[in-house]
Structure formats: C-alpha cells, structure tokens
C-alpha cells in the first residue's frame, strides 16, 4: 500500500550500496558521539560520517541512537520526544526503540514488518558517549570504545563543549599536533613568548595507529595561568605531551617545582590540564569537536575549573576562526602547493595514519 | 539598435521553448496569486510556477499581473511605482499597462513595437485574487476561478495571511488532509489529546479533481477556544471537514450542542470555523500559503476574531517549522522507503489527482 | 619532503594555465585595488579579477601586494600583521617581503627556495593604490596608471568609501554613463524633475578607450544642494560631464552663475562637484566600487564636504539597491532580450570598448 509519488529534489530511486561509502572516513572504529550530558530529556540530532543520526537516552539510563528519520514521512526523530522505552515522532506519534523498531503507531493496531530505521551500536564510557561506524551497516563492533579515565580520576574536575566546524577534521588534527602556532594564534591567552615555543625541542614517535608527540621546558618561568592556579615556589619544570589517535588526541600539559621529581614519572605531582580532544567528521568538509579540560586545583576548584575552561574555550575560539579561514582559503587556492617546514613532523604523521586506515577499509578488488 | 553584450550568469541564449515547462505543475487552472488586501498602493512581486509576476492595482480599481521585469534593463517592475493605468518601472520610468505593454518612454517620443513585457490573466473573487496558469503562455481561460462565498458571508468575519514555504506545496496538502497530526504537532495549542484526533472515524471520499474527508466527534466536551467563542451548554457535537482541490483546501470545523440538529444539515448552526488553505507553487522546491479563518461570533466580535485568528497563525506557525523539517530531511534520506499508515488514506488520493493532473497537461507525443 | 594529502574539496592538481583567465576582462591595465587610507597598520585582503590578494603598507611607507595565502599551510595573509619589512603570518609567524619571498620561518634557520608566493604591482598615485592585471601572471607593467589630479588640488576637499556589489561591474559603468535614472532612482536626494533629466540634450563623443558624455543645463534653477554650498545669485549654467575609461569613470558636475563664462572653458569658476569612479571586478559577477566626491567650498570647508559626501553616499546606496536586483532579475529571465532606449547610446559604447579590449587580450590561435 506504499505511494511513491515523486517529490521535487527528493530521489526516488534507492540507495543501491548496502555498505557505507568506503574510503572516505577510517571505519571499523569508535568516534565520539556526544557528551554524556548532552544526553538528558531531549534528543540530540547529529550528523556523524555523513549519516543523520538521532541520539537519546531511554528510561533506564541506556544511550541509544536510530537514523534521524521517522520511517512514515520523514520527519526527523530529533523534532520529536523522548520516552521511557524509545523516541516519539513529533508528526503522527510513532514510537521506535533503541533498535529502531516502531513499536507504536497511535490509532492503528497493526505495526507493518517494514516500520523500522537502522540503529547504531553506541557506549557510554568516562562520560563520553561512543559510536561505532563499521565498514559495513551492521558490522558488530569489534573492540570497546576508547578509555579515557581522567574523566572519572576524583582528583581531578573538568568541563568542555561541543563546536561545530566548517573544516574537515584533519586540519583540527594538524592543528592540536601542532603547539608552534600558540605563540601567533593565541597571542591574546596563553601564548606567550612566540619564540620559546618555536625553539623548543620535541620528541615525536610514532607508531600504525597514534602519534606521540613531546616538549619538555625545563627550568622556565611559570606562566600567569600556572602561577593562579597552583602554589609553585619559584621557576618550574613543564611538559606539553600531545598523543594523536584517529578518534581523538589527549593532550597533557602541567608543571611541578623545579628539580623536584622526574617529568616524566607518570605519577608526577604539581599542577595539570588534561585535554580531550574528540574529532568527528559531520560530513568530508565539516566535523564536530568534542573537548574537555581538565585539571587538578588544590583549592578555590570550582573557580580555577572555572577559569581554567574559559581560558581553553577562548582558545579554542581562536583556533576555529584560523582554521576555517584556512579551509576556505586552501580552497581558493586549490592546486597551489604546500611548503612543509619543522613543525609539521607530528601533523604529518598523524595525516599519513588516516590516509593508511583509509585504505585499509577499503575492499579489495 | 539592440546591444546584446555578454553579462556573466545571464544566458543570451533566448528561451526556446514557446509554452511552459510541461509536467512541473497542473496546468490549465487557476491558482491563489494574492489576497485582496495586499493589493493596495504598492506592487506585490511574487514568484508564482517558477514565473517572476508583479502584482498591482489599477486606478479603476481593477487587479492587473505582468512578468515582474522591465522590458529595457530588466529592473524587477515591482520595485517600481503604481499609477492610475499601469507600473513605472523605478529605474528609467517606463510604464507598462495590465496587458505589459509600454505606453510611456520618458523623454522618448516612439515606442518601440516590441517594448512590451507578458501579462497574465487575472480574476479578484471573494477577497482573494486568482491567476491562470495554462499549458501555453498565451492559453485563454476556460472557466472562471472557484468560489469562496465565505469572505463575502455577512454572519462570518475573517482574517488571515500569506506564508512563505521552503518546501514543495504537496507536503503542506497532505499536512492538511490528515487532522491526525493535531495531536503531536499542536499539544500546545488546538491539540488536545492525541488519541482522540487518532481514534476518531473518519469517511474519505473523492472524484477526478477533489478529495473530501470528514470526521465526527459527537457527544464530545468541547475544547477551551470553542468554550471561550460559543455559548455551549453542556456536551456538543463536533465535524470536521476537508475538502480538498488542486488550488487550495476548504477546512470547516464546528459544533452545535449536542443532540440539537444533523450536524450533516448544510445549514446547521452553532460555531464555525471556516479556513481557506490556498497553496501556489513558488517553485518544485516552495511555495506560497494564502490562508484565512473565519467564524462566526455573535458577540464580542472583533475580539473573539482575533483570537480565532491569532490562534490559527500560531498553529500554522507549528506546521511550518515541521514540514520544512521533514523536506529537508527528504533531501537527506532521498533513496529511503515511506511506510503507510491509517492516517494517510486522505492525502494519498490527492497526490494521485495531482500526479493525474500533471500528466493529463503533458503534450501526447 | 612535501606531504600532499588529500583534503575534501581542495582539488591536488596543480593549476595547469601558467597565465591568466583569458577573455573574461580587459588586461593588460590598471585597476583601482584600495584608496590610499585604507592602507595604515592592518593588511587589506581583497579578490580582484578572480585572484585572492592581500594589499599592505611597509615600514618605508610604500605599498605591496602578494597572494593572499601563506605558502605553509594556505592561512590567508590577510589574517596576519603588518611589520617594517613584510606581512607576517598569523598561523606560524612565516615573514613575506613584497617581492612574496618568505624570509623568515620561526624556529628554523634554512628557508625552502620554494617558500614563496605570487606579488603583483602595485603603484599609489592621487591617493589611489593601483594593481597591474597583465595578460600573464609576470608581465612588467607598459604605462603608468591613471593620473587623477582632483585628489591632490588644494581648492578640492574630498572624501570616499569602497563597496561591495553583487553584480558585475558593467551594470555600475551603464548606470554612471546614464544620468538620466537621476529623476527616477533618486527622487529622494537628487533627482528633482525626472523630466528635465530625461529632455536635457546631451552630447556623446567616444574613442577606442573612452567614451564623453556631455549634458549642459543653461539658464536653471539651482538645486537645494547647490545653492546650499555656494553664494550663487540667481539662475545658473550647469554642466554635467561624464568620462568613461575601462577602469574607472569621472563624472564632473557644477554650475556658475548665468551668462558669467563659457562653461566648456576649463578653467570655469563656480561651484563644483567632482567625483571618481573605480570598478574593479572582484568575480566575473561581483565587483568593488570605489568611489570619492571632492569638492571646492569657500566656506565652511568641513561641514560642505560632510554634507556633499554623505548625499553622494545615499545615491549610491539607491544605485545598489536597484542595481543588485536589476542583475538578480536579469539572471532570472536570462535569455529575454532588452529593448534599447534612447539612454543608452553613452552606455552601449562603453560596452562595446570593453568587449573589444576583451577580445585583444585573447590570445592569437
């Protein structure tokens, strides 16, 4: 009894790849979905991967997420409600489960085989909501989403946001890998002298899957920021360690008193800003930036959390004014190439990591 | 003495075909080109079946449209001025009469044979200003435009307005015919509860060109705005009734207390709400919305039309964020099945007048 | 040691013409790219003929113009800062001179030989910044550009600003080269009787790159205006002179009391009303206007010029306006012809000067 009739600017010939579009997006991984508290009493509708994708949180404290459309009309689930056992259609009432079964349509008792949408594997771990994209539609995942236990560490507090770029993803990559444009981007919050961090030594390895990049500033001058947030006696030992995954990158900065501990003695005291950094592409020329900071106050914590968000927020402001003026800057200018020069040996590896996972998910032919 | 010199985004190329794009839209009908009010002292440019027209009134009271473009440098006519016997353009002055020809060049004494610009046929009927559009450019009318004794009806008073859709004019039709929505798209107005808008029995009927669907509540509590507009008594007995036509719906809701009369008596009284739903293609992909409401207070009448009025544009208001949701999620699930349901009987029997309709106005070849 | 990796949207073949888009505008020439002031501390991105520049001032007080793109990673120049000697970038702090030779990476000692981009030449004259288009991208300058004396009279005060139009800029030169749209266009600032505008006699004299239109007005009445900034007497000789050249326009008004000179003698007294007219494509259908109107009161200097500038800026406003919608309109009945009037003698010379410089800079095949 279905009508296609044919509606303007909508194709009515279906979708002939049963798979996803392969070699666009590493696959077969986790990407970060969502904040944890994102996910409260109303849906979040969010592209992810090209896939419109509704997310939402059922009665018993489960994270769900369904194709973003009501199978009937279309409308997307996202205008809708959320319920205990599922998400109602804000059109004509329809009700889907977590695994995108309808299993209520108001005023009709029998629900047609066909009234479903595709639901996609999602877990909610350290207060980030995951979502696995298989090369295939229904590829079961196989491994769990990404540990990232600072997020639930009692000695430490964070906050963070989600922001919505016009830039595909990679350029965001480059950009953390890359602590040299603090002395020029961020000269209004924590850059600083612009030739310190030009100058400074870094180690970068590597290996099929991560990035590690590291700078240490022995014996330096804490920054103003430091010296709010933590009681340092005199002039401190600094690390800025950046770790590049292809779902996200960890960067940990932090200083103690100097000459009192080994920098890289992973129990180091003093003081620490943890970020996360989750880099979701919306489509192959937008992403979604999941981050958060956090650290470790002794004292006053709720305000240095505080301050110490804002400060990486007004940051983060920054760097999306430059990279979106890059993006479409590099488009203008498309085919003219790229110098590369010292500090593009962490970006550059991290680019050759996507590039590889790309082609591994593609199929052989 | 024509120039014709390249302008970049301008196609020289004179448009060869002589007739309209045929398939687009039912042809060889009217359609809702304005409401009566708008036609006042100033040009209505609007873009009607993907044609740029100007509206205006001439100085004998009389509606005239003609293509919305100055015949010397292509300035939208309506951004000119009304006189008694035509439109000036604002730029050099020209002035076009209601059948686009130029009568007057400013400081030129011959005009050219060829300065002259289409016209349409148009009829003012019942407040409501109606356009032909046929199969060819220069078809004749062959009836005259619908009626809508309504407006012109001493025991009604109405309002209403034009709304701007980015969605094609079918998806507002369907929305229409199926009252069942009422439930999930207005719970914060004329709502009410939702399975009795889902439950209620409802007959369709319809022909080659008209759809009526008609639903009875009878013995039902009356809802606040009937409560607040009527003098009811007790329990009533409700109707609502679609009528739908290619060029715009007839939706007539009421009561009368109940157990008083037929409520299928043409002349029963109580309280009446009575919309007029005209829907004019823009474009494939939008569209015009000329709607009124009237009722029939019989106190207090100014204020309990306003309200009426006010309450219909809110609702209104909610359909638009919906449709123009669910279009645009079309696009993005172009490809995808639509199931069925109970609800869509109604609006599907349209669709296939209109696809019959289109067809029927293709040329046999 | 280049990585080039794929980025959506950003094509990785290098552009295959060495030189410059031939056809689509005169080159070879001169066009206005900035007024002089607006070249002080910051740098001035600005598209000219399809290509991204970026337009600074250097410490010894010249001006320079590169390619508005780093050649690290493609931020625009015109997002960094101004130093003595180059604009430095504001990602990594890369230094360009105004040759675009990078000579300076932050933290590295050896710079690529590559490592620079495109400059262009640029000469500032009359307070006006000129940038060379040659046929390619390396042809040296053959000429000086434009003189424009106005600017450095000391009897003349004056003032301009830059626009910004989405049209191409013939639809600007049609509209200067035309004055009798004064009448309709600017019935709210000068345009007074529409029909001594449209009746005055005027003179038309052209060459192979300029056009003259001459309108003179003997024996009239002086507009408020007019008599507002200068003692005039009684009734006055006006002249309007328009100079049209393929890079910009001087429209020369004014009056002088009657019967006290010839008004063709170029050294006539009276009030006058000088204005410059720069047109430099941005895109094939956008473009920059730069426009000044000098004066020469001998009185209240200050408060004249406020008062002659600012109505100058109004009229310009109504210029925008109707010449944005006329090429919307025109791009929506692309393919309809236009109909000559007896206005556009001046303008279609014009046009056709420019067509023809067009079709010299094709190359020979």
């Known amino acids: 009894m279905t009508v296609s009739l ?18 666009a997006y590493p696959l077969d991984m986790w990407y970060v979905a969502a904040h944890s508290k994102e996910l409260a009493d109303t849906p979040v509708g969010r592209t992810l991967l090209n896939e419109p994708v509704v997310l939402f949180r059922l009665g018993n404290g489960e994270v769900a997420a369904v194709e973003d459309r009501c199978c009937h009309r279309h409308l997307p689930l996202s205008a809708g409600t959320v319920e205990a056992t599922g998400i109602r259609c804000g059109y004509h009432g329809l009700l889907f489960d977590e695994n995108g079964q309808c299993t209520e349509i108001p005023g009709q008792e029998k629900i047609p085989r066909k009234a479903k949408v595709g639901a996609y594997h999602v877990r909610e771990r350290n207060q980030l909501v995951w979502i696995w994209f298989g090369t295939e539609r229904d590829s079961e995942p196989t491994c769990e989403p990404p540990e990232y236990k600072v997020h639930d560490d009692p000695s430490f507090v964070f906050d963070g946001d989600v922001y919505h770029y016009n830039a595909p993803y990679q350029l965001i990559h480059d950009n953390l890998l890359d602590l040299s444009h603090l002395g020029y981007v961020h000269l209004r919050t924590i850059g600083g002298n612009a030739s310190i961090h030009m100058n400074a030594k870094l180690t970068v390895e590597s290996d099929d899957t991560s990035v590690l990049v590291v700078r240490h500033m022995p014996n330096s001058e804490p920054p103003p920021t430091y010296k709010a947030a933590y009681p340092f006696k005199d002039r401190i030992d600094r690390w800025q360690e950046v770790r590049f995954l292809p779902s996200h990158q960890e960067i940990w900065t932090g200083a103690i008193d100097h000459g009192t501990d080994d920098i890289t003695n992973p129990n180091r005291g003093g003081f620490h800003m943890r970020g996360f950094h989750g880099l979701t592409p919306e489509t192959s020329t937008s992403c979604h930036y999941f981050w958060t900071m956090a650290t470790n106050p002794t004292q006053n914590i709720e305000e240095i959390k505080k301050k110490v968000v804002d400060q990486t927020a007004m940051t983060f402001d920054e760097d999306k004014v430059v990279i979106e003026a890059q993006y479409e800057n590099m488009k203008r200018f498309a085919g003219e190439p790229m110098i590369d020069i010292h500090v593009d040996v962490g970006p550059n ?3 050759r ?6 082609q591994e998910n593609l199929p052989v032919t």
Do not use: N, W
Not at 8 to 20: F, I, L, M, N, Y
């Open 6 to 23: 044919y509606i303007p600017g909508v194709s009515s010939t279906p979708k002939d790849q049963p798979g996803r579009q392969q070699g």
């Open 349 to 351: 590896r991290a680019r």
């Open 353 to 358: 990591i996507i590039e590889q996972l790309k």
